[in-house]
């Protein structure tokens, strides 16, 4: 009786475990059917009501009339290090808004505007273009999808694309990768501004 009772224990265990990790690995696991064309235009309303559009291009996205090179952060109001990032985020937004437009989609929560203002926005002066929109998910979909990301995600994540395409990054993880497509975890503005650079010379 003790052997079942410690098996069915064991199992509930296990079943919960991998619930998480299947809510969290979905994100790479999307059918063809429900990812976008090339040329539809998603429509994003900031927190704070302020509109832009990104294009869907052949392998990426892009800003819609706009060359400027697009970021796309993956990050949760409760993540710790997306916290910390915020406000130098958003110092380097402010310094390059000629050149860079940072979008930060909210991941993992179901979460009011109004609440993303007063407890991540006004807390950590993060007032970049942040989308708490249902299509937040959907585009998150497709980018891991376009950059081979098979991992489950973790937060925060960044991409980042010139003319509708992923750009190589620096690893800001310290490992043997040179190059990656994505940031993992917390990243320093110097690093962003390095790699930034060498973008813009590049093209």
Same mark, same amino acid.
């Given at each position: 009786?003790?052997?079942?009772?410690?098996?069915?224990?064991?199992?509930?265990?296990?079943?919960?475990? *991998?619930?998480?990790?299947?809510?969290?690995?979905? !994100?790479?696991?999307? *059918?063809?059917?429900?990812?976008?064309?090339?040329?539809?235009?998603?429509? %994003? =309303?900031?927190?704070? #009501?302020?509109?832009?559009?990104?294009?869907? !291009?052949? *392998? #990426?996205?892009?800003?819609?009339? $706009? @060359?400027?090179?697009?970021? %796309?952060?993956?990050?949760? =109001?409760?993540?710790?290090?997306?916290?910390?990032?915020?406000?130098?985020?958003? @110092?380097?937004?402010?310094?390059?808004?000629?050149?860079?437009?940072?979008?930060? %989609?909210?991941?993992?929560?179901? &979460? $009011?505007?109004?609440?993303?203002?007063?407890?991540?926005?006004?807390?950590?002066?993060?007032?970049?273009? &942040?989308?708490?929109?249902?299509?937040? *998910?959907? &585009?998150?979909?497709?980018?891991?999808?376009?950059?081979?990301?098979?991992?489950?995600?973790?937060?925060?994540?960044?991409?980042?694309?010139?003319?509708?395409?992923?750009?190589?990054?620096?690893?800001? %993880? #310290?490992? =043997? =990768?040179?190059?990656?497509?994505?940031?993992?975890?917390?990243?320093? !503005?110097?690093?962003? $501004?390095? @790699?930034?650079?060498?973008?813009?010379?590049?093209?």
């Amino acid at each position: 009786m003790k052997n079942i009772k410690f098996i069915a224990l064991f199992l509930a265990l296990f079943l919960a475990l *991998s619930g998480c990790s299947n809510d969290e690995s979905n !994100t790479t696991q999307t *059918s063809q059917s429900n990812l976008y064309k090339t040329g539809d235009e998603i429509e %994003l =309303t900031s927190i704070i #009501g302020s509109k832009a559009t990104i294009i869907r !291009t052949e *392998s #990426g996205f892009k800003l819609k009339d $706009s @060359d400027k090179i697009l970021m %796309l952060d993956i990050f949760g =109001t409760y993540c710790a290090p997306c916290q910390k990032e915020a406000p130098h985020l958003m @110092d380097f937004q402010l310094k390059n808004a000629d050149k860079f437009m940072i979008i930060g %989609l909210i991941h993992f929560e179901d &979460i $009011s505007d109004e609440y993303v203002l007063e407890n991540f926005s006004k807390k950590y002066n993060a007032y970049y273009f &942040i989308s708490n929109s249902k299509e937040n *998910s959907k &585009i998150i979909d497709q980018a891991l999808n376009d950059i081979g990301y098979n991992r489950a995600l973790s937060i925060p994540f960044k991409v980042v694309l010139k003319d509708g395409k992923y750009q190589n990054l620096s690893d800001n %993880l #310290g490992g =043997t =990768t040179t190059q990656n497509k994505f940031y993992l975890g917390e990243v320093s !503005t110097n690093t962003i $501004s390095q @790699d930034i650079d060498k973008i813009l010379n590049a093209n």
